[in-house]
């Protein structure tokens, strides 16, 4: 069955602050990885990984895949109040008809 | 460009009401879906339409069905509302179910039954 694990669930951090977010899984027939920021409303897309060991980046925000541990990481340097959502992890496969399978998310709160 | 449209943004239910939850999205995706979101547990996928005609169940389709009844219009409904199905619910689409570019979601619909 397929399955996805965030960690941790919440973290408080202050601002300045770097963190790492986990997203572990097991999907069959693996095609992509997608992270999403969400802070009151919709889930926004920040980065989709296909490939591993190649670091996406955007802004103090980056990700990596490692497709043969079946994990990725999401980093965020320099942590301001703003960065403060719940972030996704969703694998995709390709025997899923395109359904994304989302993790928990992690709860991230950044105190001034 | 308004992307993915929900209506309504709240709703308050008594259990046995029945309710439809409307979705359009104006980006000419073909693949749309509905997912609820409760504490803890992630967004879970309820139903999706890989195309215009087309329906399937996701993870949690009991006590809903949908009706895709266009290429713009995904909606979802509550026959007999329960207190279970108490969530948020949001709704998104994609350009195909398999293509390699993200899904996009609307705002969320915020339902509770009582």
């Given amino acids: 069955e397929d399955k996805v694990v965030q960690s941790p669930l919440s973290l408080v951090v202050h601002e300045g602050d770097t963190v790492t977010l986990n997203c572990s899984y097991e999907v069959t027939n693996f095609r992509s990885l997608l992270w999403y920021k969400q802070e009151k409303k919709a889930p926004t897309f920040l980065f989709m990984l296909t490939?591993?060991?190649i670091e996406k980046k955007s802004g103090r925000l980056s990700s990596i895949l490692d497709k043969k541990e079946l994990f990725s990481i999401l980093n965020i340097t320099a942590t301001q109040t703003g960065d403060s959502a719940i972030y996704l992890c969703a694998p995709l496969g390709d025997n899923q008809g395109g359904k994304l399978i989302f993790g928990q998310g992690t709860e991230l709160s950044v105190k001034p | 460009n308004a992307g993915v449209?929900?209506?309504?943004?709240?709703?308050?239910?008594?259990?046995g009401q029945?309710?439809?939850?409307?979705?359009?999205?104006?980006?000419?995706h073909n693949s749309m879906y509905w997912y609820r979101q409760d504490p803890g547990m992630g967004l879970r996928l309820i139903?999706?339409?890989?195309?215009?005609?087309?329906?399937?169940?996701?993870e949690v389709p009991n006590g809903y069905n949908v009706s895709r009844l266009n290429k713009r219009e995904f909606s979802l409904r509550l026959e007999s509302a329960a207190p279970s199905q108490t969530s948020v619910y949001f709704c998104a689409?994609?350009?195909?179910?398999?293509?390699?570019?993200p899904q996009?979601?609307?705002?969320?619909?915020?339902?509770?039954i009582l």
Avoid: I
């Fill in chain 2, 5 to 15: 449209t929900q209506t309504p943004k709240f709703q308050v239910l008594k259990t």
């Fill in chain 2, 18 to 28: 029945s309710m439809t939850l409307q979705c359009a999205q104006d980006m000419n």
């Fill in chain 2, 47 to 58: 139903y999706y339409s890989a195309s215009e005609g087309t329906t399937d169940k996701g």
């Fill in chain 2, 93 to 101: 689409s994609s350009p195909w179910t398999a293509s390699n570019q």
């Fill in chain 2, 104 to 112: 996009h979601f609307g705002d969320g619909t915020r339902l509770s």
């Fill in chain 1, 51 to 53: 490939s591993s060991g």
